[in-house]
């Protein structure tokens, strides 16, 4: 087990001997190098968000949001393993070459477990969904796999933007949230208190924007009175990327550089992504606005992270063998397309799906993210050696067995670069297509220049938030087009949020949504589609339709009719939603066991469909109390794998949380003392019930 008091007691003995201003470089995403005292130069800033990125080849899983959509946290676990396992295999030859430059690191800035309460958010992508119960238990299994559990941190994860974080992007550095606090505890903040208190997470990112009029990398509310007060947090804080800036230029606080650093190292903000505090941390000592004692305890949790890591002189650990062969292996490039498989969400099931070969003479691809790289990646991606788009995985796995005709059909979106002598041509060889296949597979939806970040120096290219739900102009009038031709249709959907597709999904036999499924995705997407594996995935967000827009201000943080719990419309499609090949349901739940873990319950399930498939046990639990969320929420769920006509049982644990809710107050209290339990494969809701045709079995519960 890894000793974090010795690691504190070297870093105070280290920092004891610096000056103030070695002391205060320490707190930058690059301290240097103090050769004096034999400290080797090392980079902070280093991303993980699904697979090593900015850093070279790397294996490159599926976007955050899908792997969210697997409902499956051993495979989470198995993908931070990986990914840290390709981390050390990096930073030992990245150390042999004396190369400590930017990404190079062992500290991971990953992974973002905000509450995507918004489908316009740009970023929503990167997050594990709507849901706090999935985001802490999908965000846990991460963090532990990158951390590991040796005498070291194989790497160390970031729990980020410390809160309440889900845009607009282009008010990020200037506005105030200010949720309800039964709002702020009971959506904002359990996913950050499991990381924390179950996954012992090394580092926390503050976010841009200020929380209840203080910013958040200055908050003392976060920082100090929950975050190290509450929690018990015992690594380090940085702040997001030049958020210290803000402070005064964005938020207007404070008037200066010194007073902005002053007030983030004062409030517990130990290290600055960024430049403010080069220089202006020391001097801002000097000046009188800042005690030295806090610089150097700051300092202390940074080089507390480095000695946790084990990189620092004189330490060896565990990792320091690991090859740099490990680096896009075999065996992690199996697990990224397992992943792929396991995240892919089946939204509409015809008679197309699987394709079978036998039965098709030419099948017919079109559309712009048929053959697009950018849409296998979705942000914060590294380089992979190989990419397989979703029409070269069908041309591998079709062979030569039948003929593929392909076309874009039309660009991503409207731009000053698409003339009108261009679309035609699109639309018209797409037409031709059409008519000359047996099935069609259309292959439509975004990438990352339709929803991303605030555009910055790392990703120029990004428009940032959604102004509506639909897929672009371009897509829908070429889809249409093709559509009327009459050929049975499959929809392939790549995206990294929700998009209102009724229209189309209405005139498709089948829809299938891929997310942005990683660099290799291809082939995985391809291997679903003619049913070499069945799809499982689930919804970590609702799909609303565009007209939910109308209703609900971006800015407001508010939960009121936002996200499954508290939606007062019929969704789309709805949380936790996902069909497979086969034929799932939920046959019966009875209690087992009870004790200071939870409450264990055996659930019964069989698979009546004509092919073997995971699928996922789902439970959802509604309290009495008049203070428990408008709708059922998720409290378990468990990825399982039944055969074709098998029958199981399945054990299934409620924490004691469960049966907790929060007041108006924000306090976390016992509930009712009553609730109703729903065990199925999706959510207990006539939505949900009218797609798949089941309904989850219910149970009435005393506790």
Known sequence: ???????????????????????????????????????????????????????????????????????????????????????????????????????????????????????????????????????????????????????????????????????????????????SMKDFRETYLPAFEACVREAEVEIVMGAYQRLFHEPCCGSGLLLKKILRGEWGFRGHVVSDFEAIEDFYIGHKVVKSREEACALALNNGCDGNSGYSYINSAADACRHGLISEETIRAAAVHMLTTRYMLGIMPGQETEYDKISYEKVECPEHIALALEACKKSCVLLKKGSCLPLDLSKIGTLGVIGPNANSRRALMGNYYGSSSRYITVLEGIQDAAGEQIRILTSNGSGLFEDHTEFNTERNNLMSEALTVAERSDVVLLVLGLDERLEAEEPDASNPDALGDRKDLYLPAVQREMADAVLKIGKPTVLVLMAGSCLDIEEIADCCDSVLLCWYPGARGGKAVADLLFGKASPSGKLPVTFYRNSWLAGHDFCDYGMTGRTYRYLNEEPLYPFGYGLTYGDVSVTGAEPVSSGKEGVTFRVGAKNEGPMDTEDVIEVYVKDASPFAPKNPRLCAYKKIFLAAGEERTFEVTLSPETFLIYNDAGEHIAGAGHCALWFGTGQPDARSAKLTGKHPVRLEWKY
């Open 1 to 179: 087990m890894r000793d974090r008091r010795e690691a504190e007691e070297k870093a105070k003995a280290l920092a004891a001997q610096m000056t103030l201003d070695e002391a205060a470089s320490m707190l930058h995403h690059s301290p240097p190098a103090i050769e004096r005292l034999g400290i080797p130069p090392y980079g902070f800033w280093n991303e993980a968000l699904h697979g090593i990125a900015r850093a070279g080849i790397a294996t490159v899983f599926p976007q955050a949001i899908a792997m969210a959509a697997m409902f499956d946290t051993e495979t989470m676990r198995k993908i931070g393993e990986a990914v840290s396992t390709e981390a050390r295999a990096k930073f030992n030859e990245n150390c042999r070459h004396g190369d400590f430059d930017l990404f190079k690191g062992l500290t991971f800035w990953s992974p973002n477990v905000n509450i995507f309460r918004d489908p316009r958010w740009g970023r929503g992508q990167e997050t594990y969904g709507e849901d706090p119960y999935l985001t802490a238990r999908t965000a846990c299994a991460y963090i532990e796999g990158i951390q590991g559990n040796g005498t070291y941190l194989r790497a160390a994860a970031t729990a980020k933007h410390f809160a309440v974080h889900s845009g607009p992007e282009a008010l990020r550095h200037r506005m105030d949230a200010e949720p």
